[in-house]
């Protein structure tokens, strides 16, 4: 397999600009995550889903922020509209079971709102 | 609500040196715990994933030990070298298959 799949790497978009990332989990696995990385505030789950369901979307910011799983092998994460202080890595992560196994991450995608 | 806290936050060791990072987790109601690692402008890589039933977990020059009682898990790397140097992350799972992680802890090992 080859591994979880995030696109783009690289994002620059303008302030009020829709972006969407991607994310394909490995497969078989049936919990994804979503996680935003910054210096100030590390690692920060955003949403994460169980079989396409989203389970917990507590630490989604705002209502700028959503996200989908319309199948078991591709989810979204959408932010309309961007502002700079959207900036950051954001980080698909896929694991099978929950916590029975390990969480696998992707690459991330470097987002940057100007 | 799960806080997971990593000391020291910055780690600077001469090559050879073993060494212990810490985590710690305030709801001790966890499944499993994982350590990640994380190069510069990279993701993650699973280092070790410890089950709830597990007081550790070795792989090569790592063991972690987790302490399920007193909210504590320790990762020790034996023998430094300069490839360590990374972040290291802990994470604890909550049994809905939630992953909370700590602040991380910059490892630099000197040559």
């Known amino acids: 397999d080859a591994g979880v799949i995030q696109s783009p790497r690289h994002e620059v978009t303008e302030m009020g600009q829709e972006v969407t990332l991607r994310c394909k989990p490995i497969s078989g696995h049936d919990y994804l995550f979503w996680y935003r990385q910054t210096m100030m505030r590390g690692l920060e789950l955003l949403i994460y889903f169980n079989n396409n369901v989203p389970i917990d979307d507590s630490g989604m910011p705002e209502d700028r922020f959503s996200a989908k799983m319309p199948n078991a092998s591709f989810s979204t994460l959408k932010i309309q509209p961007s502002e700079p202080r959207d900036s950051a890595v954001y980080f698909c992560?896929?694991?099978?079971?929950?916590?029975?196994?390990?969480?696998?991450f992707g690459q991330g995608t470097r987002l940057t709102v100007v | 609500k799960q806080e997971v806290t990593q000391i020291p936050a910055a780690l600077s060791v001469p090559e050879g040196e073993n060494l212990v990072l810490n985590c710690s987790f305030t709801d001790s109601a966890i499944y499993n715990l994982q350590w990640f690692r994380q190069d510069p402008g990279k993701g993650l890589t699973s280092l070790l994933l410890?089950?709830?039933?597990?007081r550790e977990q070795t792989s090569g020059r790592l063991n972690a030990s987790l302490d399920k009682s007193s909210g504590r898990s320790t990762l020790y790397i034996a023998a430094s070298q300069p490839g360590d140097s990374a972040t290291y992350l802990c994470?604890?799972?909550?049994?809905?298959?939630?992953?909370?992680f700590g602040q991380g802890t910059t490892l630099q090992v000197k040559p």
């Open positions: 994470a604890v799972y909550d049994n809905t298959g939630k992953l909370i």
């Open positions: 410890i089950q709830s039933s597990q």
């Open positions: 992560a896929s694991s099978f079971g929950g916590a029975v196994t390990e969480a696998f």
